[in-house]
């Protein structure tokens, strides 16, 4: 039920970088884990990064592994997104989650936000 605040969406051209946060308010727990979804007209939902907090460890879709970084920020319950080398395939609208449940690896389905919009130009 607790809504993630996405935030850092924007536009850039294709071979740069953008960082994404979010934060997942509401709770003073640290979630279980903290992640990122993505979705582009006539494309599936996508599973795109993941942040395991107790395990300190990162799962990646396999279209963005080396090139997005999740990371934490335990003081915020935050996560962020470095995504480089980005390409118009990586245009979408991205969404975070965050679950506080007994999932350890995997993408993070869980409450997610309302999403920030991503577009890499030509």
């Known amino acids: 039920q607790v809504q993630p605040v996405e935030s850092g969406g924007g536009s850039v051209q294709a071979g740069g970088s953008l960082r994404l946060s979010c934060a997942a308010s509401?709770?003073?727990?640290?979630?279980?884990?903290m992640g990122w979804f993505r979705q582009a007209p006539g494309k599936e939902h996508e599973g795109v990064a993941a942040?395991?907090?107790?395990?300190?460890?990162?799962y990646y879709s396999d279209s963005v592994k080396g090139r997005f970084t999740i990371s934490q920020d335990n003081s915020k319950n935050s996560v962020y997104l470095q995504m480089n080398s980005l390409t118009p395939e990586d245009t979408a609208r991205y969404y975070c989650?965050?679950?506080?449940?007994?999932?350890?690896?995997?993408?993070?389905?869980?409450?997610w936000g309302q999403g920030t919009q991503v577009t890499v130009s030509s």
């Open positions: 989650s965050a679950d506080w449940g007994v999932r350890s690896s995997g993408f993070c389905y869980g409450g």
């Open positions: 509401g709770y003073t727990d640290t979630p279980t884990c």
């Open positions: 942040f395991y907090f107790r395990e300190n460890s990162t």
